[in-house]
C-alpha cells in the first residue's frame, strides 16, 4: 500500500471550504484513494474513494492530481459537526491501514 | 439495518483475566476485521475474515484469538489480559474485497489494569 502523508492539524472557519491535502507519491495505478473521517471517539466513517478522476458525492469532493501523487479532499460548507480526524489511505486489495490522519477544527 | 454492533462498550479486566469482544453485522458482508486504537494514535490491524470460518493475521495480532464460526459474527479473545492491550477496539466489516468500503462498529472501551 502506498505511504500517505497528511499535516498534522488544520483549522478552517464555518461556512468555507475546508480542504485537505494528502501526499501519496508511491501510489502505484491500482491504488485507489480512500478518506474516511474519525468523529471524536467514534468508529471511523468513509467519506469518499476515488482512483484517477475527481469524484463527488453528498459528503465531499476528492481531487486528484493528473500524476496521482497527491490529492485533495474537500469539505464545500464546512460546519461544526466536521471537526474530526481525517485519514487518507492509499490501498490496493489489502486491508485499510490508518495513519495519524490531520485534525481538523472547525472554528464559529 | 443495525450495521456494525459491538458487545460490550466498556470493560475493566485485571491482568491475567480473558474475555471476548463480539462484533456483529446484518449486512451479509463478507469480509470482517478487528482494528484497535491507542490514545492519540491511528487505527492498527488486529485480525481480520476473509468469509466464514476463516481468519489472518493483521498488523498487531499476539496476544489476540479469532473465530468466524457465523457470517455475521466476529469474536475477538484476550486469553490473559495484559496492562498494554488497554485500547479501543473497532469492529468493521465489508461486503466484498478490502477495497470496498468498510463500515465501522462503535467501539469498545478495555481498560486492564
Redesign the interface.
Known amino acids: 500500500d502506498a505511504k500517505t502523508t497528511q499535516p498534522t492539524s488544520m483549522d478552517c472557519a464555518e461556512g468555507r471550504a475546508a480542504n485537505l491535502p494528502c501526499n501519496h507519491s508511491t501510489i502505484s495505478g491500482n491504488e ?1 484513494v480512500y478518506w ?1 473521517r474519525q468523529i471524536h ?6 467519506i469518499i ?1 476515488g482512483l484517477k478522476n475527481n469524484e463527488t458525492n453528498e459528503m465531499a469532493s476528492l481531487i486528484i492530481t493528473e500524476d496521482r501523487k497527491s490529492s485533495t479532499l474537500i469539505l464545500p460548507h464546512a460546519t461544526l459537526r466536521d471537526t474530526a480526524v481525517y ?1 487518507c489511505i492509499g ?11 490531520t485534525r481538523l477544527s472547525v472554528i464559529a | 439495518n443495525a450495521g ?1 454492533t459491538q458487545t460490550p462498550k466498556f470493560r475493566v479486566l485485571k491482568t491475567g483475566q480473558s474475555m471476548t469482544l463480539l462484533c456483529a453485522q446484518d449486512m451479509n458482508h463478507e469480509y470482517m ?1 478487528w ?1 484497535r486504537q491507542d490514545p ?6 488486529i485480525h ?1 475474515s476473509v468469509g466464514e470460518g476463516t481468519t489472518a493475521k ?2 498487531v495480532p499476539d496476544g489476540y484469538n479469532v473465530s468466524r464460526l457465523k457470517k455475521q459474527n466476529f469474536l475477538l479473545g484476550l486469553e490473559s489480559a495484559a496492562p498494554s492491550q488497554t485500547s ?1 477496539y ?1 469492529c ?1 466489516s465489508s461486503y466484498g ?3 470496498e ?7 469498545t472501551r478495555l481498560l486492564v489494569l
Open positions: 485507489y474516511y471517539s467514534q468508529g471511523p466513517q468513509y474513494h485519514y490501498r490496493g486489495n489489502t486491508p485499510l491501514v490508518f495513519g495519524k490522519g | 456494525v476485521y482494528y492519540g494514535m491511528g487505527l492498527r490491524l481480520y493483521g498488523e479501543v473497532f468493521a474485497t478490502p477495497q468500503t468498510q463500515y465501522f462498529g462503535p467501539g
